[in-house]
């Protein structure tokens, strides 16, 4: 089972910064995550979205491979190719997995102007050098699926900036 675990930010880019070091953090497999979100709410009060796995485009790749291969078959490749990538894009924009946009955008919307957040849903990950690295960034947990136990840790690290 995942956790998701929500933190804020007190500027517009750190929540940028920490999902570039989970990322780095994820081919070291020292995380696992299964969906990562970041939300901005700009100077005026503006909420942008941005996830880590655009389904949209991915979409639109594979069913462009496919359609092509399709293509190939009954001899029209680029009729295929432009087919498959059509309904690529469609299914990946109607396809909802990991953290739900919703719950990203409510979040988003109670955030001060000025500030960003970060959305991870984690498979698994080793704890305590996960922590020594994020710790630097700082932050608020806003929500978390852990125990308390575990959420207080993890506040502490971004607290102190270091771990226990």
């Known amino acids: 089972m995942s956790d998701l675990i929500v933190v804020g930010f007190k500027d517009e880019f ?7 070091e989970l990322s780095k953090l ?9 969906d990562a979100a970041v939300v901005i709410r700009n100077q005026k009060g503006k909420v942008r ?21 399709l293509g190939f078959i009954f001899f029209s490749p680029l009729l295929g190719w432009a087919v498959g990538a059509a309904a690529g894009a ?8 990991g ?9 988003g919307n109670t ?7 970060i959305f991870v849903l984690v498979r698994q990950a080793t704890p305590d050098k996960v922590l020594a690295e994020i710790s630097q960034f700082g932050g608020k947990v806003i929500r978390s699926s852990l125990s308390k ?3 207080d840790k993890l506040q502490e690290a971004l607290t102190k900036g270091q771990v226990s």
């Open 111 to 117: 955030i001060e102007p000025g500030t960003s957040a």
């Open 149 to 151: 136990a575990d959420e």
């Open 90 to 97: 469609l299914s990946g924009g109607l396809t909802d997995i």
């Open 49 to 69: 979205i941005k996830q880590a796995q655009e389904l949209v485009t991915s979409g639109a790749l594979s069913g462009g491979l496919w359609g092509l291969l």
């Open 14 to 20: 750190k929540a940028d910064e920490v999902l570039l």
């Open 26 to 34: 994820q081919r070291e497999h020292l995380i696992d995550l299964e």
């Open 99 to 107: 953290i739900d946009d919703d719950f990203i955008r409510e979040i």
